[in-house]
Structure formats: C-alpha cells, structure tokens
C-alpha cells in the first residue's frame, strides 16, 4: 500500500477544485527567477556587468524605466543568479590547495524601502559581503563603514551592489549620493529608479545610464498566462482575457498582476472556475492609476500597514473626512493608537502618495472645506497579502 502515493492523489483533487491554488504566483510584488520575455533587457545588463567575467569591476550605472517596468524583477532575478555563481567561485578556491583568491565580486541587492537609514543600508551591504552574522544593535554606523571598508579592501572580487527604489518619495536620493560616494574602491553600485538621467543627483559623465521600457502588449500577455498557469486552476484564465488586461495595464506589469490577483478574488469569491469579463472589469476598476506600488505599501511601518488595513474595511459614509476616517479606523479592533496618532499617519501617507486627499464641497460655507483620503492602491490585493502574512 502506497499511502503517499494516496495522500497526493486526495490533494490534488482537492487543489483542482480551487481556482486559486498559490497566491505569490499570482502577486505583483513577488518575482520569478526568470522574468518572462526580458531577455533583451538581461543582455543589456550583462554588457554592462562584462567586465566582472575578466576579473573587473565595471562603471557605476543607473537603470531606469517607468513604473511596472520590470526593473525590479529583472536585477532581483540577474543580482541573485550572479551572487550564486560569486559564491560558487569563492568556495571552490576557499577549499582547494591553490594559494589564489577569487576576483569574483559578490553581487548585493539592497532595498531602498526597507534600508532607508544609512545605519541599515551599510550593515545590509557589509552582511552580504562577509561570512559572519552581523548584529542589528550595540555597533555604530561608523564602526559598520569601517568594517565594511575593510572587508572589501581585503576582498579581491570586490562586490556590485544594486541599489533599487532611488527616487522613491521616503528615501533622499541626496543622502543615498552620499552613501554611495562613501563606498571603498572595492565596490561599484547599480542604481535602480523611476527618475529620468538628467533628475536623478547620482547620474553623472562617469555613470553608464540602461533604460528599461515598458512591457509590449505580447510580453506581458505571456507574463499573465505564466503567472496564471502558476498560480490558478488550469484553463482559469483564457487568451483573450489576458489581452484584456494587458490593453488595459498599457505595459504596466504590476498593474496587470493586480489586476489579475484582484480578478481570481472575485471569481473566488463567486465560487466560479474560470475568470470572467466581468472579474477582469470589476478587477481593473478596482486598480487606482495613476497609484503606488504595492511593495512601497508592505515596505511600511506595521502600524501604518495596520492603519490601512482598517481602512480598506471602513465604510465610505464614515470617512466623510480625515478626522472621521481616524475615529473610525480607531474603533477597529486590530488598531491600538489613538485617533491623533492615525490622523497623523493618514496625512503622512498622503505626502508620499500612498494615499490622496481630496478636497470635499460643502455647500458654500464659510472656511476650508474638509479633504478625504482615497487609496492609491490595489484595495483587494493589499488586503489579501497583509492577510497571508499575518
């Protein structure tokens, strides 16, 4: 008797009868390890990384593109194969009975959105760099910038480091200048942001500019249907409605995920197998655009995800102003701050663009009239993803 071979038979079954069968397929904020139809972009990327293949370290570089490009998924996917084959190297030389050291660099991605403090952003880098743990707490920045000056002035290979998300609303590009400007000769960075060349302070004669256009509608058809070959049951989502989306996003890649992810809920919800025109509508409707990324959403503070959290559950007629949208969200359960405190993150949240004020008529009285808040993001997918990971 084969009782795994029964047990896999029993899931399988059970799996079929979902339409949903793996959310992160599906999601706009996770990235495969090969991005569909990117391969153009890929040898771009490895022209300019060359060098590293002869022992050198290459120029610095700033790659940009507009927003749902597929910046992010194409360095993520390039920085990590390149780090394996980086390890790979040191450990074959570390053990053999060669007296050579590696001229590998370490390929480092950093996150702008989750190392925004010049503390994180070094002991991120020196962390990727040397074998032993670093700790989070009791070291000063200083002592972390030396250490790391250290290790890549001993190191050969040196290292490349991406840093993504220059130009993001919650990060000084200024300072990040700074930072980079302070790294030793053993390192070389490859900037990753939205902002044209000649708006960007890190661009200068010496640094190497690679754009990444926006997806054409073929591609990111077939980045639909292989995420949703992944991520639903099979045959959920037809050709015809992956152009639909696709016509719709004009080339934004995180927007057609959202919109796919948003679509499969409420298909789910309906307890129906296939997506539908109306999912897909419904779906696209509920994508705000011009919005924000989703992973500049998750990046936040856990009492500001929580914040949005109750919000995306609160009922239009009580968030008739900022004020009431606070009081509101206050009474949620999840939500332990005081209606100050919220108020404070909803106005906050709206410098940055995670949110939007608009400004309300009343009438023809007399003073300023009160502003509401609107999201500037996927409200189903936000409120799924914030679910999984609690």
Same mark, same amino acid.
């Given at each position: 008797?084969? @009782?795994?071979?029964?047990?896999?038979?029993?899931?399988?079954?059970?799996?079929?009868?979902?339409?949903?069968?793996?959310?992160?397929?599906?999601?706009?904020?996770?990235?495969?390890?090969?991005?569909?139809?990117?391969?153009?972009?890929?040898?771009?990327?490895?022209?300019?990384?060359?060098?590293?293949?002869?022992?050198?370290?290459?120029?610095?570089?700033?790659?940009?593109?507009?927003?749902?490009?597929?910046?992010?998924?194409?360095? $993520?996917? /390039?920085?990590?194969?390149?780090?394996?084959?980086?390890?790979? &190297?040191?450990?074959?030389?570390?053990?053999?009975?060669?007296?050579?050291? &590696?001229?590998?660099?370490?390929?480092?991605?950093?996150?702008?959105?989750?190392?925004?403090?010049?503390?994180?952003?070094?002991?991120?880098?020196?962390?990727?760099?040397?074998?032993?743990?670093?700790?989070?707490?009791?070291?000063?920045?200083?002592? @972390?910038?030396?250490?790391?000056?250290?290790?890549? $002035?001993?190191?050969?290979?040196?290292?490349?480091?991406?840093?993504?998300?220059?130009?993001?609303?919650?990060?000084?590009?200024?300072?990040?200048? =700074?930072?980079?400007?302070?790294?030793?000769?053993?390192?070389?960075?490859?900037?990753?942001?939205?902002?044209?060349?000649?708006?960007?302070? /890190?661009?200068?004669?010496?640094?190497?500019? @690679?754009?990444?256009?926006?997806?054409?509608?073929?591609?990111?058809?077939?980045? /639909?249907?292989?995420?949703?070959?992944?991520?639903?049951?099979?045959?959920?989502?037809?050709?015809?409605?992956?152009?639909?989306?696709?016509?719709?996003?004009?080339?934004?890649?995180?927007?057609?995920?959202?919109?796919?992810?948003?679509?499969?809920?409420?298909?789910?919800?309906? #307890? =129906?197998?296939?997506?539908?025109?109306?999912?897909?509508?419904?779906?696209?409707?509920?994508?705000?655009?011009?919005?924000?990324?989703?992973?500049?959403?998750?990046?936040?503070?856990?009492?500001?995800?929580?914040?949005?959290?109750?919000?995306? #559950?609160?009922?239009?007629?009580?968030?008739?102003?900022? $004020?009431?949208?606070?009081?509101?969200?206050?009474?949620?359960?999840?939500?332990?701050?005081?209606?100050?405190?919220?108020?404070?993150?909803?106005?906050?949240?709206?410098?940055?663009?995670?949110?939007?004020?608009?400004?309300?008529?009343?009438?023809?009285?007399?003073?300023?009239?009160?502003?509401?808040? =609107?999201?500037?993001?996927?409200?189903?997918?936000?409120?799924?993803?914030?679910?999984?990971?609690?």
């Amino acid at each position: 008797m084969d @009782i795994d071979a029964r047990i896999r038979r029993r899931r399988h079954r059970a799996d079929s009868q979902r339409l949903i069968r793996e959310y992160g397929a599906l999601s706009p904020v996770a990235h495969v390890e090969d991005p569909a139809g990117r391969g153009p972009v890929v040898e771009r990327l490895l022209d300019h990384l060359d060098p590293v293949f002869d022992g050198r370290l290459p120029q610095n570089a700033y790659v940009h593109g507009p927003f749902g490009a597929g910046k992010t998924a194409v360095v $993520t996917a /390039l920085f990590a194969r390149l780090d394996d084959l980086s390890v790979q &190297s040191h450990s074959t030389i570390h053990t053999s009975t060669r007296a050579s050291a &590696s001229t590998t660099p370490r390929f480092v991605y950093v996150d702008l959105r989750e190392t925004a403090s010049e503390f994180a952003f070094y002991r991120h880098v020196l962390d990727a760099v040397v074998d032993e743990t670093i700790p989070e707490h009791g070291i000063g920045t200083e002592e @972390i910038r030396a250490r790391l000056h250290d290790a890549l $002035t001993r190191s050969p290979g040196g290292a490349v480091v991406a840093v993504d998300h220059v130009g993001s609303p919650r990060v000084d590009a200024n300072a990040i200048r =700074e930072r980079l400007d302070a790294l030793p000769d053993g390192a070389r960075w490859l900037a990753v942001g939205r902002p044209a060349p000649t708006e960007c302070p /890190l661009v200068t004669a010496a640094v190497d500019a @690679i754009r990444i256009d926006a997806y054409r509608r073929r591609v990111l058809i077939d980045v /639909l249907m292989t995420r949703a070959s992944a991520g639903l049951a099979q045959g959920a989502l037809d050709h015809a409605l992956a152009r639909r989306i696709a016509d719709w996003a004009d080339g934004n890649a995180h927007d057609a995920l959202a919109a796919l992810f948003a679509a499969a809920e409420h298909a789910a919800e309906t #307890d =129906e197998a296939r997506l539908s025109e109306a999912d897909i509508d419904a779906a696209c409707r509920s994508v705000p655009r011009p919005g924000v990324s989703l992973g500049e959403v998750l990046a936040l503070s856990t009492n500001k995800q929580r914040v949005l959290r109750a919000l995306v #559950d609160l009922d239009r007629d009580e968030g008739s102003s900022v $004020t009431e949208t606070a009081e509101g969200i206050a009474d949620a359960d999840a939500v332990d701050l005081s209606t100050g405190t919220i108020e404070r993150y909803l106005y906050e949240l709206a410098e940055t663009g995670v949110l939007e004020r608009v400004r309300m008529t009343d009438g023809g009285g007399k003073g300023r009239s009160p502003s509401r808040v =609107e999201l500037r993001f996927p409200p189903t997918v936000f409120q799924k993803l914030y679910d999984l990971r609690q």
